[in-house]
Protein backbone atom coordinates (compact mmCIF):
# COMPACT_ATOMS: atom_id res chain seq x y z
CA UNK A 1 0.00 0.00 0.00
CA UNK A 2 0.93 3.47 -0.83
CA UNK A 3 1.25 6.25 2.38
CA UNK A 4 -2.15 7.53 2.72
CA UNK A 5 -2.53 11.13 2.93
CA UNK A 6 -3.49 12.68 5.99
CA UNK A 7 -7.26 13.13 6.20
CA UNK A 8 -8.86 16.00 8.57
CA UNK A 9 -11.91 17.32 9.87
CA UNK A 10 -11.27 20.96 11.64
CA UNK A 11 -8.96 20.54 14.70
CA UNK A 12 -8.62 16.76 14.09
CA UNK A 13 -6.62 14.98 11.91
CA UNK A 14 -5.34 11.45 11.00
CA UNK A 15 -1.91 10.30 9.64
CA UNK A 16 0.68 7.30 9.18
CA UNK A 17 2.63 7.03 11.94
CA UNK A 18 6.07 8.23 12.21
CA UNK A 19 9.85 7.20 13.42
CA UNK A 20 9.92 9.79 15.60
CA UNK A 21 6.57 10.12 16.72
CA UNK A 22 8.01 8.18 19.57
CA UNK A 23 9.69 10.02 22.06
CA UNK A 24 5.68 11.89 22.18
CA UNK A 25 4.00 8.51 21.98
CA UNK A 26 5.78 6.45 24.46
CA UNK A 27 5.68 9.99 27.08
CA UNK A 28 1.69 10.33 26.35
CA UNK A 29 1.24 6.05 27.06
CA UNK A 30 3.31 6.50 30.58
CA UNK A 31 1.84 9.74 31.52
CA UNK A 32 -1.51 8.08 30.93
CA UNK A 33 -1.12 4.48 32.67
CA UNK A 34 -4.21 5.15 34.87
CA UNK A 35 -6.19 6.34 32.37
CA UNK A 36 -5.35 3.45 29.46
CA UNK A 37 -4.34 0.45 31.71
CA UNK A 38 -7.86 -0.62 32.11
CA UNK A 39 -8.40 -1.18 28.32
CA UNK A 40 -4.78 -1.89 27.07
CA UNK A 41 -3.99 -5.35 25.43
CA UNK A 42 -1.73 -7.21 27.19
CA UNK A 43 -0.32 -10.96 26.53
CA UNK A 44 -1.06 -14.66 28.12
CA UNK A 45 2.66 -14.99 27.87
CA UNK A 46 4.16 -12.17 29.88
CA UNK A 47 4.69 -8.53 29.76
CA UNK A 48 4.23 -6.27 26.85
CA UNK A 49 7.28 -3.65 25.73
CA UNK A 50 6.88 -0.15 26.14
CA UNK A 51 9.43 0.54 23.57
CA UNK A 52 7.96 3.19 21.28
CA UNK A 53 10.08 2.83 18.94
CA UNK A 54 10.60 -0.72 18.00
CA UNK A 55 6.47 -0.58 17.81
CA UNK A 56 6.54 1.17 15.44
CA UNK A 57 8.99 -0.17 13.88
CA UNK A 58 6.43 -3.50 13.67
CA UNK A 59 3.67 -1.31 12.63
CA UNK A 60 4.83 0.32 9.60
CA UNK A 61 6.07 -3.37 8.78
CA UNK A 62 2.65 -4.54 8.86
CA UNK A 63 2.06 -1.00 7.02
CA UNK A 64 4.55 -2.29 4.01
CA UNK A 65 3.45 -5.52 4.26
CA UNK A 66 -0.14 -4.41 3.90
CA UNK A 67 -1.66 -6.10 6.42
CA UNK A 68 -1.63 -2.85 8.69
CA UNK A 69 -2.55 0.88 8.59
CA UNK A 70 -0.85 2.84 12.21
CA UNK A 71 -2.63 5.77 12.38
CA UNK A 72 -2.44 9.16 15.07
CA UNK A 73 -4.93 11.38 15.71
CA UNK A 74 -3.82 14.81 16.11
CA UNK A 75 -5.86 17.57 17.44
CA UNK A 76 -4.51 21.06 16.53
CA UNK A 77 -1.63 19.60 15.42
CA UNK A 78 -0.72 18.10 18.37
CA UNK A 79 -0.25 14.17 19.13
CA UNK A 80 -3.64 13.16 20.69
CA UNK A 81 -3.36 9.37 20.30
CA UNK A 82 -3.12 6.37 17.95
CA UNK A 83 -5.43 4.41 16.01
CA UNK A 84 -4.70 1.36 14.11
CA UNK A 85 -6.19 -0.62 11.16
CA UNK A 86 -5.20 -4.22 11.65
CA UNK A 87 -5.79 -7.62 10.51
CA UNK A 88 -6.55 -6.17 6.83
CA UNK A 89 -7.68 -9.15 4.92
CA UNK A 90 -8.62 -8.75 0.61
CA UNK A 91 -9.83 -11.06 -1.36
CA UNK A 92 -13.01 -12.59 -0.34
CA UNK A 93 -13.26 -11.24 2.93
CA UNK A 94 -12.05 -7.89 2.28
CA UNK A 95 -12.38 -6.44 5.77
CA UNK A 96 -10.38 -4.57 8.58
CA UNK A 97 -10.67 -4.08 12.35
CA UNK A 98 -10.00 -0.50 14.04
CA UNK A 99 -8.31 -0.17 17.71
CA UNK A 100 -7.31 3.46 19.59
CA UNK A 101 -6.30 4.81 22.19
CA UNK A 102 -6.48 9.13 23.25
CA UNK A 103 -5.10 10.55 25.95
CA UNK A 104 -7.11 11.90 28.58
CA UNK A 105 -6.08 15.48 28.57
CA UNK A 106 -7.32 15.40 24.73
CA UNK A 107 -10.59 13.41 26.37
CA UNK A 108 -14.08 15.26 25.37
CA UNK A 109 -12.98 17.17 21.97
CA UNK A 110 -14.71 14.54 19.81
CA UNK A 111 -11.49 13.75 18.91
CA UNK A 112 -11.72 10.06 18.76
CA UNK A 113 -15.67 9.64 16.71
CA UNK A 114 -13.88 12.00 14.14
CA UNK A 115 -11.31 9.99 13.36
CA UNK A 116 -12.66 6.38 13.59
CA UNK A 117 -15.20 8.30 10.37
CA UNK A 118 -11.92 9.48 9.16
CA UNK A 119 -10.07 5.98 9.29
CA UNK A 120 -12.84 3.80 8.32
CA UNK A 121 -13.14 6.50 5.29
CA UNK A 122 -10.01 5.85 4.33
CA UNK A 123 -10.59 2.17 4.63
CA UNK A 124 -13.33 1.95 2.76
CA UNK A 125 -12.57 4.75 -0.12
CA UNK A 126 -8.55 4.17 -0.72
CA UNK A 127 -8.34 1.03 0.22
CA UNK A 128 -11.55 -0.42 -0.78
CA UNK A 129 -12.39 -2.64 2.16
CA UNK A 130 -15.80 -4.07 2.50
CA UNK A 131 -16.68 -4.08 6.29
CA UNK A 132 -14.80 -2.37 9.41
CA UNK A 133 -15.41 -3.86 12.48
CA UNK A 134 -14.57 -2.09 15.86
CA UNK A 135 -14.82 -5.04 19.10
CA UNK A 136 -15.20 -2.92 22.59
CA UNK A 137 -14.74 -4.44 26.34
CA UNK A 138 -18.90 -4.21 28.06
CA UNK A 139 -17.61 -1.60 30.50
CA UNK A 140 -15.84 0.90 28.22
CA UNK A 141 -18.85 3.09 27.78
CA UNK A 142 -16.80 6.27 26.43
CA UNK A 143 -16.36 3.35 23.07
CA UNK A 144 -19.38 2.54 23.20
CA UNK A 145 -20.68 5.95 22.69
CA UNK A 146 -18.21 6.82 19.49
CA UNK A 147 -19.92 3.63 17.98
CA UNK A 148 -23.49 4.79 18.87
CA UNK A 149 -22.77 8.16 17.23
CA UNK A 150 -21.62 7.09 14.02
CA UNK A 151 -23.57 4.02 13.85
CA UNK A 152 -22.00 0.91 13.82
CA UNK A 153 -24.14 -1.84 13.72
CA UNK A 154 -23.95 -3.93 16.92
CA UNK A 155 -23.59 -7.63 15.56
CA UNK A 156 -22.88 -9.95 18.50
CA UNK A 157 -21.41 -10.95 22.13
CA UNK A 158 -17.82 -12.47 21.83
CA UNK A 159 -16.69 -14.32 24.60
CA UNK A 160 -13.38 -13.68 26.37
CA UNK A 161 -11.90 -12.74 23.07
CA UNK A 162 -8.80 -10.38 23.60
CA UNK A 163 -6.29 -10.45 26.54
CA UNK A 164 -7.05 -6.79 27.99
CA UNK A 165 -4.90 -5.79 31.23
CA UNK A 166 -4.18 -9.30 32.40
CA UNK A 167 -7.14 -11.00 31.68
CA UNK A 168 -9.23 -12.98 28.47
CA UNK A 169 -12.01 -10.07 28.22
CA UNK A 170 -15.89 -10.37 26.52
CA UNK A 171 -16.20 -7.64 24.08
CA UNK A 172 -19.33 -6.50 21.91
CA UNK A 173 -18.55 -6.48 17.98
CA UNK A 174 -19.78 -3.43 15.70
CA UNK A 175 -19.20 -2.81 12.21
CA UNK A 176 -20.28 -1.36 9.33
CA UNK A 177 -20.46 -2.18 5.12
CA UNK A 178 -18.89 0.69 2.61
CA UNK A 179 -22.18 -0.22 1.01
CA UNK A 180 -24.00 1.19 4.03
CA UNK A 181 -22.33 4.96 3.98
CA UNK A 182 -22.15 6.14 0.13
CA UNK A 183 -21.79 9.17 1.33
CA UNK A 184 -19.21 8.22 4.40
CA UNK A 185 -18.43 7.44 7.74
CA UNK A 186 -18.10 11.16 8.83
CA UNK A 187 -20.62 13.19 6.11
CA UNK A 188 -23.42 10.97 7.39
CA UNK A 189 -22.72 11.26 11.17
CA UNK A 190 -22.20 15.13 10.27
CA UNK A 191 -25.59 15.85 8.07
CA UNK A 192 -27.46 13.73 11.33
CA UNK A 193 -28.63 10.51 9.18
CA UNK A 194 -27.25 8.26 11.39
CA UNK A 195 -29.49 5.22 11.98
CA UNK A 196 -31.00 5.46 15.51
CA UNK A 197 -30.27 2.62 17.51
CA UNK A 198 -27.95 0.90 15.54
CA UNK A 199 -25.82 0.05 17.88
CA UNK A 200 -27.30 -1.03 20.80
CA UNK A 201 -27.14 -4.13 22.62
CA UNK A 202 -29.72 -6.93 23.68
CA UNK A 203 -30.45 -6.77 26.92
CA UNK A 204 -29.60 -10.55 26.76
CA UNK A 205 -26.39 -9.86 25.47
CA UNK A 206 -25.77 -7.03 28.51
CA UNK A 207 -26.85 -9.46 31.04
CA UNK A 208 -24.32 -12.31 30.15
CA UNK A 209 -21.32 -9.38 30.06
CA UNK A 210 -21.87 -8.83 33.32
CA UNK A 211 -23.42 -5.33 32.57
CA UNK A 212 -26.94 -6.15 33.89
CA UNK A 213 -28.27 -7.93 36.52
CA UNK A 214 -30.11 -10.88 35.54
CA UNK A 215 -33.72 -11.46 36.84
Known amino acids: MEATAPRHHGPVAIRLVRPRDARVLQSELLANRSWLKRWEATSPDGPVSF ?16 VGVPLVMEHEGQIAGQLNVWGIARGSLSSATIGYWVSERFAGKGITPISVALATDLCFEELRLHRMEICIRPENRASLRVVEKLGFRYEGLRRRYIHIDGDWRDHFSFALLADEVPRGVLGRWLDGTVPDGAATVP ?3 RRAAGIEPST
Request: charged share 35%; hydrophobic share 35%; aromatic share 6%.
Open 51 to 66: DMRLGIRRLLQQYRDG
Open 203 to 205: LAD
